[in-house]
């Protein structure tokens, strides 16, 4: 089993940037796969960005250029950073992780751009 907690997730206006934190409680070579989604207001989730089970990444359309997914593998956390955010940002950001091919969920982090 893997918990995951985010932390990062504020109000900010459009134009800004954040930096969302999802803190493993495992080590991350231990996770086939783990990365961000979302869920805003009405919408199904949606994937974000993450590292794949290769340690490739893969972005949504919608975020590429504007937000890059890390990792610190000594501090077992993976790191989102968005920048030029827009409204259409605002949402739930979770954290998932593939842990032995079961699928793992943070309790998620608000994100609200406003214009």
């Known amino acids: 089993q893997v918990q995951l907690v985010e932390s990062g997730g504020q109000s900010v206006q459009a134009g800004g940037s954040l930096r969302l934190s999802c803190l493993a409680s495992?080590?991350?070579?231990?996770?086939?796969?783990i990365g961000w989604y979302r869920q805003a207001p009405g919408k199904k989730q949606e994937l974000v960005a993450r590292?794949?089970?290769?340690?490739?990444?893969e972005y949504a359309d919608s975020v590429k250029a504007r937000f890059i997914i890390s990792k610190d593998d000594a501090k077992r956390t993976v790191y989102l950073q968005m920048d030029s955010l827009e409204s259409e940002d605002t949402a739930v950001y979770y954290c998932?992780?593939?842990?032995?091919?079961?699928?793992?969920w943070g309790q998620g982090t608000q994100v609200n751009v406003s214009s």
């Open positions: 495992t080590d991350l070579f231990r996770i086939n796969s």
């Open positions: 998932n992780a593939d842990y032995w091919g079961l699928n793992y």
């Open positions: 590292f794949t089970a290769s340690g490739s990444t």
